[in-house]
């Protein structure tokens, strides 16, 4: 079956530590995306990727890193320097880059800090 | 002002009823517009998408857009238990098109 796959679920984090949220998708897009959500809120765009080894940040990248090393992988680094992480996070991705498209989304991440 | 703005929930409607979710965004130039549903605790999926003028339809759903006004609208006709969900519209960035805008959603509860 093709889609998007996050890894772990449930992640929980020490203060101070930096953890890695992973994103792999099967399904031959070329954009992916980072989104974060807080509760009652909509998504907002942590950082982007049109093409593999170029990603752009999106509009609350403090705190946080990313890779496009492979066209399939983008995983997301939450630094020790993003000072209120506990969030849910979402991985995207859509079929061209550059192009206002459908994204398709994974089943998320809820990172918990201690 | 927020770049894409909806209209504050949550929504209560009986079922069978029609449910009207409003959406406004501050970009001019935006041309792609798109509804997604989001249950509780799992990740959206789109619902529709428009680029023209006017009304699409697509079963029960209908979306409705007016750039001019800049303003663009998702009726649920005959609404069911199964749609009370958060409904969040996102809009691209007309001068960066790999990039859409996220609203803070509006939930919508339909009641039996």
């Known amino acids: 079956d093709g889609g998007i796959t996050q890894s772990p679920k449930y992640l929980f984090r020490k203060e101070g530590q930096n953890v890695t949220l992973s994103c792999e998708q099967n399904?031959?897009?070329?954009?992916m995306y980072w989104y974060r959500q807080d509760p009652g809120q909509g998504l907002r765009l942590i950082y982007y990727s049109q093409i593999v080894n170029d990603f752009q940040k999106g509009d609350i990248a403090e705190g946080y890193s990313v890779s496009r090393e492979k066209k399939e992988s983008f995983p997301l680094t939450v630094t020790s320097a993003q000072k209120n992480p506990t969030a849910f996070y979402l991985c995207a991705s859509s079929s061209l880059p550059y192009m206002s498209d459908t994204q398709y989304f994974g089943p998320g991440t809820r990172l918990t800090v201690l | 002002q927020k770049e894409v703005e909806q209209n504050s929930g949550p929504l209560s409607v009986p079922e069978g009823a029609i449910a009207s979710l409003n959406c406004t965004y501050s970009?001019?130039?935006?041309?792609?517009f798109f509804w997604y549903r989001q249950y509780s605790g799992k990740s959206p999926e789109l619902i529709m998408s428009i680029y023209s003028n006017g009304d699409k339809e697509d079963g029960r759903f209908t979306a409705q857009l007016n750039k001019a006004s800049q303003y663009v609208s998702l009726l649920i006709r005959d609404s069911q238990p199964s749609d009370s969900a958060t409904y969040l519209c996102?809009?691209?960035?007309?001068?960066?098109?790999?990039?859409?805008?996220f609203g803070d959603g509006t939930t919508l509860t339909v009641k039996p």
């Open positions: 996102a809009v691209n960035q007309g001068t960066n098109a790999g990039k859409s805008t």
């Open positions: 970009d001019r130039v935006s041309q792609s």
């Open positions: 399904l031959n897009h070329d954009a």
